[in-house]
């Protein structure tokens, strides 16, 4: 980690680079990293930066009450010069390819894979509007950096304080109702925001909405009761109650990455080869459901008694 930065009450931006100085991986627009922490916390966070960008990584990390152990950590004890092992990007977030204009609705920290999604589309030259909900301004992080991405680009910001007198909440809806046949929506925020938003964009083409949780509101799968085969092996293990995929298959040994364990990040995506998946991510579209090639084993069950992994 090369640098720690305060950017809003309650939030730091830690900047990474590679230890021997050799360029990242290349992102894309939206996109996450996880980061594994000296306490075995692993964490997914957004890329803040340009994804052109491949000397470091720029994340912004908050903390609150629902944040989480992990966010905690970085907070009280990660400092600059602090060696952090990191996953590769991921995206389950893109840029949608379209002309636009793209409307963002951010609430809190989500502004963060915003941030290099407008970068993209500055450089694309197409428009872009930002609708940014916070408490206060003490709370808002990247104020200075998405106004003068408007200014640069073909770019709107709406800031919306509903902490401070006279404030009041985003009316969705209303965002949503004033644009354009032709726009992309984008949330990212908490789950109340999150549930406002897919209410006012029910009626809209599922490939014009986009959305990204900070968190699950859907209990993991742990009832248990089946088999999941491990394609490659032929190896069958038993799911019992109170375990997800996940927790059975690390107890049985297997070696498998993951990292939230709530569907949102998309480190534990798995292909299927056989059965139907129950599935609790929040990631999949309805689309990815009924194609039925892969599942969130950290939270994903089975409808059928066998479940065929490719594992």
Not at 284 to 295: F, V, Y
Request: glycine share 10%.
């Amino acid at each position: 980690m090369r640098t720690l930065r305060f950017e809003a009450e309650d939030v730091i931006s830690i900047e990474l680079t590679d230890l021997d100085g050799r360029p990242l991986p290349q992102f894309t627009s939206g996109a996450h990293i996880d980061v594994l922490l000296p306490n075995g916390v692993s964490r997914s966070y957004s890329l803040v930066n340009n994804p052109n960008d491949r000397g470091s990584y720029l994340l912004a990390v908050f903390r609150g009450p629902e944040a989480g152990a992990g966010s905690t950590y970085i907070h009280e004890n990660l400092r600059p010069g602090q060696p952090l092992w990191i996953s590769s990007p991921r995206n389950n977030f893109p840029l949608a390819h379209a002309d636009g204009p793209h409307v963002f609705i951010a609430g809190g920290i989500g502004v963060t894979p915003f941030c290099s999604m407008i970068e993209r589309l500055n450089e694309l030259g197409h428009r872009w509007k930002l609708f940014y909900c916070v408490r206060t301004r003490r709370k808002a992080a990247f104020m200075d950096k998405v106004t003068e991405l408007a200014r640069k680009g073909m770019g709107q910001v709406v800031f919306t304080f509903d902490g401070e007198p006279g404030g009041q909440l985003l009316d969705i809806s209303a965002v949503i109702a004033a644009e354009t046949t032709a726009a992309h929506f984008y949330c990212c925020g908490p789950n109340g925001m999150l549930t406002a938003y897919r209410v006012a964009c029910a009626s809209l083409p599922p490939e014009r909405v986009h959305l990204e949780y900070f968190s699950s509101d859907v209990a993991a799968a742990t009832g248990g009761g089946f088999v999941v085969v491990l394609a490659r092996s032929g190896r069958r293990i038993a799911i019992p109650p109170g375990e997800t995929i996940l927790d059975a298959l690390v107890r049985e040994g297997l070696n498998l990455s993951f990292s939230c364990k709530e569907g949102i990040c998309g480190a534990c995506e798995t292909g299927v080869v056989g059965g139907l998946p129950e599935h609790r991510d929040m990631i999949l579209t309805e689309g990815d459901r009924a194609a039925n090639q892969s599942m969130m084993i950290c939270c994903s069950g089975s409808r059928t008694p066998e479940l065929v992994l490719d594992l």
